[in-house]
Nanobody
Framework: QVQLVESGGGLVQAGDSLSLSCSVS????????LGWFRQTPGKEREFVAN????????YYADSVKGRFTISRDDDKNTMYLQMTSLKPEDTAVYSC???????????????????WGQGPQVTVSS
């Protein structure tokens, strides 16, 4: 069974940094577009960032631009989200998704992803 598995997350203070990882079991992340989304209770899933199929293009939500960095290491079959200058409003469950194959553009809608991970909780205290 193909699964996305995230790691990282936890409780940090405002201004701290945190990294998330997303790997796949039973398949590969290459050459799919990949993305990170987040969700808080009572709200819809929110786009955070996505990276194109070969890692040369990245796209970010305005709320995280300049603070978060998405990357991928296809040799390790892993995607990353480096989060810096964290704010309390970044508190959410973060999920990674595998999108379309050989896709170059922005993928800011959940419907563009066919495979999802469960997501770690990230909590930022003020």
């Amino acid at each position: 069974q193909v699964q996305l598995v995230e790691s990282g997350g936890g409780l940090v203070q405002a201004g701290d940094s945190l990294s998330l990882s997303c790997s796949v079991s039973g398949d590969f992340l290459y050459p799919y577009a990949l993305g990170w989304f987040r969700q808080t209770p009572g709200k819809e899933r929110e786009f955070v960032a996505n990276i194109n199929w070969d890692g040369h293009r990245t796209y970010y939500a305005d709320s995280v631009k300049g603070r978060f960095t998405i990357s991928r290491d296809d040799d390790k079959n892993t995607m990353y989200l480096q989060m810096t200058s964290l704010k309390p409003e970044d508190t959410a469950v973060y999920s990674c998704g595998r999108g379309r194959i050989y896709y170059d553009g922005i993928a800011d809608s959940g419907g563009q992803y066919a495979l999802w991970g469960q997501g770690p909780q990230v909590t930022v205290s003020s």
